[in-house]
């Protein structure tokens, strides 16, 4: 088994919560620092079917560049981990809001456990 990466000490992970990322919405984190965003992701609970969700980000309103990915269907399985680094928008100040936002169009119910990486500045 190949060892893990290590993870720099000036990073701190923040999750939100989706009850069903198969249904349109939002879900929402705070920023408990000043930093940029490194990297977005997902951890789905369950499969999703009939189509795949698309996942946008925003930070205190506005979108993050880079900051979309998929959640697919074909093959989907509870635990399937998406991730994404986004490219542009991605600084935060404390407090900041970090929305992780669903357009629902797949089925099933699909909780699901966002997070975003955070290196402090």
Do not use: Q, Y
Not at 59 to 80: C, H, L, Q
């Amino acid at each position: 088994m190949a060892l893990a990466n290590p993870r720099p000490l000036d990073i701190i992970r923040v999750f939100a919560h989706m009850a069903d990322c198969s249904t349109p919405g939002s879900t929402f984190t705070a920023a408990p620092c000043r930093g940029r965003v490194m990297k977005m992701g997902s951890v789905t609970h369950a499969a999703v079917t009939t189509a795949d969700n698309a996942i946008t980000t925003r930070i205190n309103g506005a979108a993050v560049t880079g900051g979309g990915w998929t959640i697919a269907f074909t093959g989907a399985a509870a635990g399937d981990v998406d991730t994404v680094v986004p490219a542009g928008g991605n600084t935060v100040n404390e407090n900041d809001s970090i929305e992780f936002v669903s357009d629902g169009a797949g089925s099933g119910t699909v909780p699901t456990t966002f997070f975003a990486d955070i290196r402090i500045a």
